[in-house]
């Protein structure tokens, strides 16, 4: 019985009620276990997703289309990386996917799985994506990773707008 009511607890606390995927708080405590010493980051691949013009969505369609963009995003990340990394949905538009493993094949599904998904949609979901594999050249840190996803994320958001 205490392990049904812990697993609720759990759910309750760390996943995002929208998309069923982590949530930010369920974020934060993954980075205090890769920010500690002596963690080895070696084969730790980061994927930073931002749906496109959410707001946009918002105020010409109403919240539900919004949330309906954010799902159909939180849906194709669970059907391409669902099964190789953790999802985390950190703020209105924007997931972080890690995993222990290069994934970046995986990322590359995705983006190609929400080019097809919108051929059969009303509306075009587009996301822009910054993806990167620890590389202890390159990155001191965790957020040494984040911040170069971030850049590639934002570079590519900016080629969409």
Same mark, same amino acid.
Do not use: W
């Given at each position: 019985?205490?392990?049904?009511?812990? =697993?609720?607890?759990?759910?309750? $606390?760390?996943?995002?009620?929208? &998309? =069923?995927?982590?949530?930010?708080?369920?974020? !934060? !405590?993954?980075?205090?276990?890769?920010?500690?010493?002596?963690?080895?980051?070696? @084969? $730790?691949?980061? %994927?930073? $997703?931002?749906?496109?013009? $959410?707001? *946009?969505?918002?105020?010409?369609?109403?919240?539900?289309?919004? !949330?309906?963009? +954010?799902? #159909?995003? %939180?849906?194709? /990340?669970?059907?391409? /990386?669902? =099964?190789?990394? !953790?999802?985390?949905?950190? @703020?209105?538009? &924007?997931?972080?996917?890690?995993?222990?493993?290069?994934?970046?094949?995986? +990322?590359?599904?995705?983006? *190609?799985?929400?080019?097809?998904?919108?051929?059969?949609?009303? /509306? &075009?979901?587009?996301?822009?994506?910054?993806?990167?594999?620890? *590389?202890?050249?390159?990155?001191?840190?965790?957020?040494?990773?984040?911040?170069?996803? =971030?850049?590639?994320? #934002?570079?590519?958001? @900016? @080629? +969409?707008?």
């Amino acid at each position: 019985m205490k392990s049904k009511i812990t =697993e609720k607890i759990f759910n309750i $606390v760390y996943t995002d009620s929208l &998309t =069923e995927t982590y949530n930010r708080t369920a974020y !934060d !405590d993954r980075l205090k276990k890769l920010r500690k010493p002596r963690i080895l980051l070696d @084969n $730790v691949t980061l %994927a930073i $997703v931002c749906v496109d013009n $959410v707001k *946009d969505f918002k105020n010409s369609y109403g919240q539900h289309t919004a !949330d309906e963009a +954010v799902k #159909c995003t %939180a849906d194709t /990340l669970k059907k391409t /990386l669902g =099964e190789q990394a !953790d999802i985390f949905r950190i @703020n209105d538009d &924007t997931f972080i996917c890690i995993a222990d493993k290069n994934i970046l094949s995986y +990322v590359s599904q995705f983006m *190609d799985y929400m080019s097809f998904e919108n051929r059969d949609r009303a /509306l &075009t979901i587009s996301t822009s994506v910054g993806y990167g594999m620890y *590389d202890k050249k390159h990155h001191k840190s965790i957020d040494d990773l984040i911040k170069h996803c =971030e850049k590639k994320m #934002c570079k590519t958001k @900016n @080629n +969409v707008m």
